[in-house]
């Protein structure tokens, strides 16, 4: 009886331990690991940004931008609307260069 116990809680922890593995490799690896490899890769080029939070990255500032330069109304018509809809954009290179 006690053989079978053992026997049983090992087919299902089994299972359950790489599930709950996998599950820790893939977040790490998408929060972290891949964010940390490009920001490298980038920045052996040269290529610089603002720091990003974890979790969030820049989302909220870029929210924050956005929300900002659509709330007023447009001053002309223009095909020029970069600075409207991706004010982060405009910020970023005239802080870190193009």
């Given at each position: 009886?006690?053989?079978?116990?053992?026997?049983?809680?090992?087919?299902?922890?089994?299972?359950?331990?790489?599930?709950?593995?996998?599950?820790?490799?893939?977040?790490?690896?998408?929060?972290?690991?891949?964010?940390?490899?490009?920001?490298?890769?980038?920045?052996?080029?040269?290529v610089?940004?603002?720091?990003?939070?974890?979790?969030?990255?820049?989302?909220?500032?870029?929210?924050?931008?956005?929300?900002?330069?659509?709330?007023?109304?447009?001053?002309?018509?223009?095909?020029?609307?970069?600075?409207?809809?991706?004010p982060h954009y405009?910020?970023?290179?005239?802080?870190f260069?193009?």
């Amino acid at each position: 009886m006690a053989m079978t116990v053992v026997l049983l809680v090992a087919v299902v922890a089994l299972p359950l331990s790489l599930l709950l593995g996998k599950a820790i490799w893939v977040t790490t690896s998408c929060y972290y690991l891949t964010p940390a490899r490009i920001r490298r890769i980038l920045a052996s080029q040269g290529v610089h940004g603002p720091p990003a939070r974890f979790l969030v990255g820049n989302l909220r500032d870029v929210s924050a931008l956005v929300a900002e330069s659509t709330a007023a109304d447009m001053s002309s018509l223009s095909h020029d609307i970069v600075g409207r809809l991706l004010p982060h954009y405009v910020l970023w290179s005239k802080m870190f260069g193009e």
